[in-house]
């Protein structure tokens, strides 16, 4: 919450955990079912940074299992308006462990939801969930049919959704503008090789015109002289 308002939006279909290969465990009821469990009471929201704590308690042989995702708000002058994205996820077990993964490409316009089938860090489902410490090694995550949005919340309802298989993202949306001024350079200067090779080639024929009259008053100067000479 922030000012009062919800600053994070999220849903999953299926939330699945595996520690050290042992039994897939599924956090989905305890995530978002009317009766759930999880406590979000430490979640904190900023106009630029934002902390969604989902805190599940005891779970199988797991002691106070928590589920931490860290969110931050960029403006991006490319593009002119705000993003949000996922920076990271992070595992909190057992009272000390920590398994930190950071995200790739998980961002959309605040404007907008993100959506993707799956977030995970399995290489099956694209990886992008990404170790960064040991204990991240010993466990495999995967959200279904994840969805979020963060810091520009007017409803209670998600907004349309950018799909991780197709939406813009400001360094693809920058690529194609460069492409595109490239195409436009390559393209006039295209237009001037041709152009020059056409004034080349009208030269080339005024030349050989010029030539061929020039040939011609010769020809007739000379029949001239010669009929001259035989008159005298």
Known sequence: MSSGQPCIMFQARKVALSYRQQKQLDLTEQAFSPQKSVDTSQSICSH????????????????????????????YESSGQW????????????????AVFNVTE????????????HVSNL?????????????????????TDFQIQAFNITSSKFSAASDCATFLTPAILMGLITSLILLLVLAYG???????KHIEHNEE????????????????????????????
């Open 205 to 232: 024929q005024k030349a050989h015109i010029y030539f061929l009259q020039n040939a011609e008053q010769s020809d007739h100067g000379y029949m001239e002289n010669v009929k001259e000479k035989n008159i005298l």
């Open 106 to 117: 998980v961002y959309a316009p605040t404007s907008s939801s993100y959506h993707c089938l």
């Open 190 to 196: 295209l237009h001037m090789v041709i152009h020059l």
């Open 83 to 98: 993003w949000f994205s996922v920076d990271s996820i992070s595992l909190l077990f057992n009272t000390t462990g920590e």
């Open 123 to 143: 290489q099956r489902h694209s990886a992008l969930l990404l170790p960064t410490n040991d204990p991240a090694h010993q466990w495999t995550v995967t959200f």
């Open 48 to 75: 630029d940074r934002a902390t969604l704590v989902m805190k599940f308690g005891d779970v199988e042989d797991l002691k106070g299992l928590s589920i931490r995702l860290q969110l931050s708000n960029t403006f």
